[in-house]
């Protein structure tokens, strides 16, 4: 299995510009979740989805936010517009969605926002 | 509020010992319990799960407990290698399935 697969993995982007962060979880899970990680907050919930429904978007920063999730195997998350406070590594995970399975997380875009 | 805190410091131990990294939880009532680990630049990786009715999971050299009263996971590696030096990350998850992550121990093993 080629595990959580995540696109870009590092995007730089000047301030204002819009963001578009790609997931694809592991073949067979069916819920999948969005983290920010930076070294103040560490790492934080953004969005929850299970069977392709948003469950639990409390963690969206605010309405520059957004997160989809068309179909089972892929699911986006956008920022616009894009602000330095931004900059963090975004990571998606999926699991097998009974509560308390363990996640798989991908590798993470590292995004920086000048 | 609801906080999830661990080993302040970073922990640094001689190969051969063993590692004890806390996590300690407030204003949670989580289901389960995760621990993970992260290294440089790449995901969390699972390691461990233990749920509320459990006192103790082990797996090889890694140990888990989980007191609910007490509010407070300890992890523990035995015969520590440098090979396990990482950060630590605990992971509280409720009958909801949200998960909300401590902000980890960096663990060193010396040579």
């Known amino acids: 299995d080629a595990g959580v697969i995540q696109s870009p993995r590092h995007e730089v982007t000047e301030m204002g510009q819009e963001v578009t962060l790609r997931c694809k979880p592991i073949?067979?899970?069916?819920?999948l979740f969005w983290y920010r990680q930076t070294m103040m907050r560490g790492l934080e919930l953004l969005i929850y989805f299970n069977n392709n429904v948003p469950i639990d978007d409390s963690g969206m920063p605010e309405d520059r936010f957004s997160a989809k999730m068309p179909n089972a195997s892929f699911s986006t998350l956008k920022i616009q517009p894009s602000e330095p406070r931004d900059s963090a590594v975004y990571f998606c995970?999926?699991?097998?969605?009974?509560?308390?399975?363990?996640?798989?997380f991908g590798p993470g875009t590292r995004l920086t926002v000048t | 509020s609801q906080k999830i805190e661990q080993n302040s410091e970073a922990l640094n131990i001689q190969e051969g010992k063993t590692a004890t990294l806390t996590c300690n939880y407030t204003n949670y009532s989580p289901a389960y319990l995760q621990w993970y680990r992260q290294d440089p630049g790449r995901g969390p990786v699972f390691l461990l799960l233990?749920?509320?009715?459990?006192k103790e999971k082990r797996k090889e050299r890694l140990k888990v407990t989980f007191d609910t009263t007490l509010k407070q996971s300890l992890f523990h590696i035995t015969a520590s290698q440098p090979a396990d030096s990482a950060t630590y990350l605990c992971?509280?998850?409720?009958?909801?399935?949200?998960?909300?992550f401590g902000t980890g121990t960096s663990l060193t093993v010396i040579p």
């Open positions: 073949s067979g899970h069916n819920s």
């Open positions: 233990i749920r509320e009715n459990e």
């Open positions: 995970a999926s699991s097998l969605g009974v509560a308390g399975r363990e996640q798989y």
């Open positions: 992971a509280l998850v409720n009958t909801g399935n949200q998960f909300y």
